[in-house]
């Protein structure tokens, strides 16, 4: 096997531990795979589609406004994967209820981007008009943590 079919497998594997851990709310496997260099980009055109560049960044700016808009714990299945080299993409399904009472049940498209065997980016395509309209803005999601 070359060193990028090794790589290949490596990160599918990274990705398919993850996604078990997600599914039964476990984040600290998904916490524990983050490069410190990591960086988020959520596209498309809501509030909350922006590029977090730092893992302190990304915990402190999308993780936290983001987790604390949940009831229970939030929950993502992966459906499919493809892996090469140094990305793998990954089809999920998400699974929680806000406090404010809707479902934030997500789909999602991730590409996820490996060094060193630790993620170093994550591209998220997802339904925008969903978290628009379940989340409220990020923007606001913000200003509840400071308020």
Known sequence: ?????????????IVKRIFDAMAMGDRSVFGAALHPDFAWQATGSASWSRRWEGLDTVRRDLFRPLFALFEGQYRSRATRMIAEGNLVV???????????GGRYDNQYCLICRFTDGKMIELIEYMDTALIDRELGTYEQAMAALEG
């Open 90 to 100: 990954v089809e999920v399904q998400g699974d929680v209820r806000t406090k404010r």
């Open 1 to 13: 096997m070359s060193a990028d079919t090794n790589s290949t497998e490596a990160n599918r594997a």
